[in-house]
């Protein structure tokens, strides 16, 4: 049952991650790749930009019960991530 519970808890803090980036990178394609247990990677990319912007999350950070899903929307916007990943360049932005 706990299983299932963290799995439907970091289902929650993703779509709030997918949320804000759709929201900031409104004309790009997101694409997403998992490592079970350590990390889910956004990839953001506008091909005819010729731009991409990737974002890596720990899966502490996902998987942390008192990480709720509104904690992460207000780390989110309060870190200015999507700004963080535009610095970037094509490098990964680990949050």
Request: hydrophobic fraction near 40%; glycine fraction near 4%; charge should be positive.
């Amino acid at each position: 049952m706990a299983h299932t519970h963290d799995q439907g808890h970091i289902a929650a803090n993703l779509a709030v991650i997918r949320r804000y980036l759709k929201k900031h990178f409104p004309r790009y394609t997101l694409t997403e790749m998992s490592v079970q247990n350590l990390y889910h990677i956004l990839v953001v990319a506008d091909h005819r930009l010729k731009r991409r912007h990737v974002l890596k999350v720990e899966w502490t950070r996902l998987s942390d019960p008192s990480n709720t899903p509104e904690n992460t929307r207000i780390a989110l916007e309060m870190g200015d991530v999507a700004r963080g990943m535009m610095q970037m360049d094509n490098n990964d932005y680990v949050w």
